[in-house]
DNA sequence: GACTTTCGTTCGAGTCTCGTACTTAATGAT
DNA sequence: ATCATTAAGTACGAGACTCGAACGAAAGTC
């Protein structure tokens, strides 16, 4: 069992004091773009000396360069400074996906681009020799040897321990273990964390998509099954094993629908990709998303559609309406095959969530569609690498 | 809106470092107990002579102590090492609670120990001066002029916003604003912060009730209403707003159910003091707790009672896998009017919970009755108190 | 061209942690 | 009894870091 005394329990060396610093100037360019060494001392509350010291030290690491000073600037009345800003010539950082029909990977460098981003359609589901191959190709296109590669991250389908590495239970894709860790960790040498796919997915929505700079966010991503991915704070919300966020199970919606995990009302059998179609009376194409924009297609011209599309997107509220209450987030995000079938699931949820809030008080969420599409996970991945670099709690050098 | 910028955003000074490094020899005396200087490196990893400086300006300040000697010890080889142990002659953290029928107190000192444990039945609800009084005579007497008053908190049943200070909603005491910080603040002349009663609650069961050491813990109270707490490595989960945690409402349960609020299904109107009492034909008494305790003992004679605990139990376990699966907790604690129950509530709700569990892999989370009964939250918000001096954001000096 | 304003750097002072060496206090062997 | 051994706690100097003040540099303004 996890205890409290696991938790921020590190000593504090001159050499950690630094480290926090820099990571508060990196962040700071980030999060709010570049800066002169005066503006970075301003908005981080450091000496102006100390900023100076450690942007040269990241500059001499290639993480942050001085910018060519833009002429049409206002004209200021001192001595003009220089802006410095994220480097993205040497440090990047690899997510993927490995799903059941497909394989992603995305690149991304220190600023926040992304240099690199596909996706590849597998025959079995759990190819694990296929998202290596996509590594060593993304390692080779957009790595290289000029660039370093801090750490990568591989979003799955399933139960990741709080380890980061073990995952427990993907039935999707028949990986269990260390296994695939290791063999991502072996391909592209250096450290990597697994982790799951709607806690990935929600962390990019929440670091570049619909819920950028959102402190507190909900992930609702629609597959054949249903995830959320939480962020409080800015961070994820893992729980004791690591497996919070597990919504697609909970009893919400129809009470009578049976589920494929073999038990009935489970909210995935009310708005999960299967129960949507059999409402409708359609089957699956290749893909969910691809799934779903006939659908919404469909939904253009028969009105059948459209009742059986609010009647899912009032399911869809409700269950919202249970995670607001107990997570009180700012924005929910819906990503997967809710993304083509936009508003007209969006609007039946906001009106049952509406009817739902708990206290005059509480502010509905907003309520976002995801942004980032298929990538997310896989971008997820690679910001998460990324996250150890922006705590802290590692060095660029 | 609140965005991630706002977090972990400080400076860190050489000042700061050494706080940091205070604040985990602090933690370590607090969660693992008294230890020699020797041990006390290992244990936080700092170097020997680094903590013999901060024991020495902890000592200096009364918040440890140097232990005899125990004469009982194994004897070991080289010198014996001096335990040092927290003390809690000087440093003191006061907890409220402001609730409908009563108001109360705790003291703690840094040790943890209660210093001093009172209620008071109040007549109207939200009786401020009552609580204000309490608050005095408390200070009067376990803190007087031999203590120092670090911190305070107050608990009450409501929405309290992030700030820790601005109650939005709180029906049913009917104090709204910042006046009660405010109150609190002026009759005991140290910072206050305002917190919501399930979150203090939850924290009092994470630090001394039925989920000690847990990082990852759920806490439930039963009153009139019901509201959860939620603990995620450590720290209590706020959201956006700080309203998280207000699952009273959530549609679960009998969907028939008409609740206090308008609507219908809520689990509060499931499982809820009133929906208990109106199933089994009985009246309340001056408290819910009081009222649980008869409630109890007609159990033992009556079979119709037990199964009607049964059928409020199975609600329990149902919305419990709702909230198991969104958070993962390790310990799920509940209180308020479900401690006399006990088991005849737990045991169907531990079915419940089993036959809901999401995947293999899960595990399902430990239910356990709070041991802190009626002074759990303001024991809560005497801890949060001390919160800040054991993160190392505020030094004792 | 002198003045003002602001940027970035230099430098010395002040803190803090750390490793080493040293002192102290106990046990166990001779 | 005496001395080696072992481990705890302390003293001290080295190294790292941040900070404020002072200073030089690079603009615009009068």
Redesign the interface.
């Known amino acids: ?14 050499e ?2 630094r480290r ?2 820099t990571s ?1 100037v990196l ?1 700071s360019l980030r ?2 773009g570049p800066a002169t060494r005066a503006e970075l001392a301003k908005r ?3 000496a102006k000396a ?1 900023v100076g010291v450690i942007v040269a030290a990241l500059e001499a690491a290639d993480a942050v360069t001085e910018l060519e000073r833009t002429g049409s600037a206002v004209a200021a009345r001192g001595r003009p400074g220089v802006p410095v800003a994220l480097s993205g010539r040497r440090f990047l950082a690899l997510g993927l996906e490995l799903n059941v029909d497909y394989v992603s990977v995305a690149v991304l460098d220190l600023t926040g681009t992304v240099r690199l981003s596909a996706s590849r359609p597998v025959t079995g589901p759990g190819d694990v020799s296929a998202l290596v191959a996509l590594a060593r190709w993304a390692r080779a296109e957009a790595v290289g040897e000029a660039h370093d590669l801090v750490a990568a991250g591989v979003a799955v389908p399933g ?1 990741v321990r709080g380890d980061n590495r073990t995952i ?2 993907a039935p999707n894709i028949g990986v269990t273990g260390e296994s695939l860790a290791a063999a991502v960790e072996d391909a592209l040498g250096c450290p990597v964390r697994v982790s799951n796919d709607a806690n990935c997915a929600a962390y990019a929505e ?1 670091h570049h998509g619909a819920a950028v ?4 966010a909900l992930y609702l991503t629609g597959t054949v099954g249903i995830g ?1 991915g ?1 962020v ?3 961070e994820l ?16 919606g129809d ?1 009578t629908a049976r589920c494929g ?1 073999g ?1 009935q009302g489970c909210w995935e059998a009310s708005i999960g990709l299967h129960a949507v179609l059999a409402r409708v009376g359609m089957t699956e194409v290749e893909t969910p998303l691809a799934t779903a924009a006939l659908l919404a297609g469909r939904a253009d011209r028969e009105p059948a559609v459209v009742d059986a599309l609010a009647e899912v997107g009032h399911s869809v509220g ?1 269950g919202l ?3 607001a ?6 924005v929910v995000v819906l990503g997967g095959f809710f993304v083509p079938l936009g508003e007209r699931v969006l609007a039946p949820a906001r009106a049952a969530l509406d ?2 809030l ?6 509905r ?1 907003e309520l976002r569609l995801s942004t980032l599409g298929i990538q997310a996970a896989a971008l997820g991945a690679a910001e998460q690498a990324f996250s150890r670099v922006f ?1 802290g709690d590692v060095e660029l050098a």
Do not use: K, Y
């Open positions: 069992m996890t205890t409290t005394a696991d938790r921020a329990g590190r000593p504090g060396s001159t950690g004091l926090q610093n508060l962040r999060q709010l981080t509350g450091l100390t139960l427990a239970w929440a700079g959102v402190a507190h959320a939480i409080d704070r800015g919300v893992r729980g004791g094993a690591g497996f919070a966020g597990e919504v697609g199970h909970m009893p919400i009470s995990c038990r409700l309406a249970m995670l209450s107990v997570l009180d987030p700012e009817a739902r708990a206290a005059p008080a509480q502010v969420p705590a």
